[in-house]
Structure formats: C-alpha cells, structure tokens
C-alpha cells in the first residue's frame, strides 16, 4: 500500500486496520472450509512494512511511521492478548527494541539525521 502523500498516516493506518480484517477473514473462512489442515499463516501476514507512505515533512514521516506500528501493536494484543507480537520492533542493528537507554540515535532512513531511537 503506497500513500504518495501520506502526512501522519491516518490513511495507511485505517488502511492496515481494513488489511488486517480481512486477513481474519480469510484466515477463518480457510479454517471452516479445511478444518483438519493446519495452516501456518506465519510470516505471510499483513504488518507496516507493506505499507509505504511519502512525505516532505520529515517530522510527519516519522510520526506516520510510528502510528503504523502502534495500530499494529495495538490489533495484535487486542487479537492474541498478551503474546508477544511475531516481529519485534528491530534498531539498526537487527536487534529487537525494548527500552531506550537514553544515549543512542540512528540516522533517519528519509533524511539522514540522527534521531534518538523510541522503542
């Protein structure tokens, strides 16, 4: 999903809301039409990295960026509870984001400035 102009990304997050209700939906009609197969939808769902947005605004960009994952945060604990979610938030390095510790920034992937890291 693409948004050309996507400012602080009300409309690729309404738009990953709809994905992922019908992703559900999909995944529960495959299930009552084969309930004996045990389909592993993980790794083919929809999550932010599909939805791309461009934006002139860096500030906008990554508050769009960050209603994404929160959205997304927000369907997964409100459809599995507790659980962690299957991809964790990743830094720089590949390694997952639990806390900031105060000190360390990483350059914006759309302006290259350094910005603290928010995990």
């Known amino acids: ?7 602080s990304g009300n409309f690729l997050y309404v ?12 995944l529960n009609l495959l299930r009552d039409l084969s ?8 790794g083919f769902t929809v999550d932010p990295h599909q939805f791309l ?11 769009a960026e960050i209603v994404l994952w929160i ?6 604990y409100r459809t599995h509870g507790q659980v962690n979610p299957p991809e964790p938030l ?3 390095q590949g ?4 806390v900031w510790d105060g000190r360390s920034v990483k350059p914006s992937p759309i302006t290259g400035e350094r910005y ?4």
């Open 116 to 119: 603290r890291l928010t995990g």
């Open 71 to 76: 959205g997304y945060l927000q369907w997964h």
């Open 15 to 26: 738009a990953l809301e709809h994905m992922k209700r019908l992703e559900g939906a999909v």
């Open 35 to 42: 309930p004996q197969s045990q389909m592993d939808s993980e």
């Open 53 to 63: 947005g461009l934006e002139v605004n860096p500030r906008a960009a990554r508050i």
């Open 1 to 7: 999903m693409l948004d050309p102009a996507c400012g």
């Open 95 to 98: 390694q997952p984001v639990t």
């Open 90 to 92: 990743l830094d720089g």
